[in-house]
């Protein structure tokens, strides 16, 4: 292999091996990059909801957590655009005649072939087009690992969302969130709080307050699509480039393989591959000899990492947990750790749970225990969703769903937020609930007390 004629006849003066390790730098670089960004978001709404939360607690001490959050719903989020654009397709499709394509047996990759052999079928291609970039860059998890695909490298989940749509559609049933009726009782909170306010210094700093954390709130949420969902997806899709291209060098056996090593072993790879490619045939890379037995090692030991159960806390607890990203976001209190390290009682025994009372209103159900992404199109119409946690692309789901139950998170987590913006009951932060509750027993969700009860 030789270099381009470019490097000599303009004058670069650089190869291409130093190019790739530049830009392997200037990839870890732009995720430290991108991860200022997102505490710079984070911090800046957490600062003002705490501060917010903080007045209300001690100028009305008898006020609820919830009822707190509640006073902050009806966020306007970018986080809603993806399930949005979804929604615009559906009723697209059906308006254009195609649902029927929709509702078939067929693989996206088939829908699409057969839509490009109709006129409405392009104008549907045409509106999809102008949808998926950016809003199709959504993680089907938090966007932390690589194995969370996005929607727009694996189009069946979105495809699946559109086929929920399209029933809706056809039924003549809203997709729209309440905003309206969660506007006027956020208002009517607001003002009746204001008014309990004995002086026009407390009335003034609770203006201030309330404006701040309105406008900053919604970056709780919108930092998550730019930063784990947009930028995540395009970051672990360019270390797979670069895992082809080690491929190609015989130094990895799958393009995925170099996800079993840390960031820092990458650069001892890339310098072998460069320098024995620089000195030529006569002294061969260590690398197709070396990572490959590594890379087999390494996915011995992660298998024993799955097969262990490990407990629900590791080391020494704090005494006393204070810290509020912890407690807002995790759900994770002085109560909660006890609960998980305390004996646990066998499955049969167990039929009452305990956790945050995220989002009010009391509803009876079946429930649905989802584990995974894959597994949501098990679930149906007017069941509860019991899983471990929501992330947003399962945004959709909660247009079918009566209430939420999840064993992480707190009051600001995305099960809480989203549950408060549809109006639907939510207990966040059970611990237990998807080990506890299984698929079809009927169950009932207080999210006014936050109390889970496994009815049979």
């Known amino acids: 292999m030789y270099e381009a004629d470019s490097v000599v006849h303009e004058g670069i003066g650089l190869s291409s091996g130093y190019k790739l390790l530049e830009a392997y730098d200037e990839l870890i670089l732009n995720m430290y990059k991108a991860w200022q960004y997102h505490f710079e978001f984070l911090n800046l709404c957490y600062l003002a909801y705490l501060t917010f939360f903080d007045f209300c607690k001690k100028a009305f001490p008898d006020i609820g957590d919830q009822t707190i959050a509640r006073l902050v719903a009806g966020a306007e989020v970018i986080m809603f655009r993806p399930e949005e654009e979804i929604g615009k397709l559906a009723r697209l499709a059906v308006d254009l005649g195609l649902a029927p394509l929709f509702k078939s047996d067929l693989s996206p990759e088939q829908i699409m072939a057969k839509l490009q052999e109709t006129n409405p079928g392009k104008d549907w291609l045409d509106a999809f087009d102008k949808a998926k970039d950016p809003w199709f860059y959504l993680s089907t998890g938090t966007g932390f690992y690589h194995t969370h695909v996005s929607w727009i490298d694996d189009l069946r989940i979105p495809f699946e969302h559109l086929r929920t749509y399209i029933d809706k559609v056809e039924k003549g049933e809203s997709l729209a969130r309440p905003l309206s009726r969660i506007h006027a009782e956020r208002e009517r909170m607001v003002q009746e709080y204001r008014e309990l306010l004995a002086t026009e210094e407390d009335k003034k700093t609770f203006d201030q307050l309330y404006t701040t954390v309105r406008r900053t709130y919604p970056y709780a949420e919108n930092h998550l699509f730019y930063v784990e969902h947009w930028h995540h997806t395009v970051f672990w899709n360019r270390m797979r480039e670069l895992g082809r291209l080690l491929v190609e060098h015989k130094f990895l056996e799958e393009p995925d393989d170099i996800f079993y090593f840390h960031r820092f072993d990458i650069p001892a790879m890339l310098y072998d591959l460069v320098t024995a490619w620089a000195v030529g045939p006569g002294i061969p890379a260590a690398g197709p000899t070396k990572w490959p037995k590594e890379v087999r090692w390494r996915k011995e030991v992660f298998k024993k990492f799955r097969e262990w159960s490990p407990p629900p806390a590791l080391g020494p607890t704090p ?23 305390a004996p646990k009682p066998a499955a049969g025994e167990v ?6 009372p995220a989002s009010p209103g009391v509803v009876e159900g079946v429930a649905r225990v989802i584990k995974s992404v894959e597994a949501l199109k098990e679930l149906e119409t007017g069941e509860i969703l019991v899983c471990p946690i929501t992330t947003p692309s399962w945004a959709p789901v909660f247009t079918k769903i009566k209430a939420a139950v999840t064993d992480i998170g707190g009051m600001t987590s995305h099960a809480a937020i989203v549950s408060r913006e549809y109006g639907l009951p939510a207990i966040v932060g059970t611990g237990f609930g998807t080990q506890y509750i299984k698929t079809g027993q009927r169950i009932r969700v207080d999210g006014n007390t936050g109390m889970v009860q496994i009815l049979e």
Do not use: N, R
């Not at 005494?319 to 390290?341: C, H, Y």
């Not at 039929?351 to 945050?356: C, Q, R, T």
């Open 319 to 341: 005494e006393v947990i204070t810290e509020p990203f912890t407690i807002m976001l995790w759900g994770i209190t002085d109560d909660s750790v006890k609960a998980w390290l």
């Open 351 to 356: 039929k009452e749970l305990k956790g945050f």
